[in-house]
């Protein structure tokens, strides 16, 4: 795996279960999050940050199997 998924997948770990996120440009840092869409699109957009990604986290993550 590389650096930069590794640094992704940790970030994805730590953030909330069940809940929406923003994450920065480079996916790195949880920029915003909240219960739903609108909030934190808002939130992210006060934090200056470009190019973000939202995304809504699972209630529980499951194991992966490739």
Partial sequence: MSPQ???RLNTLRS???DSWIALSDDESRIVAFGSNYSEVSERADA???EDITILKTPPAWGPLSV
């Fill in 5 to 7: 998924n590794a640094i």
């Fill in 15 to 17: 953030a909330p279960l």
């Fill in 47 to 49: 934090t200056g940050e």
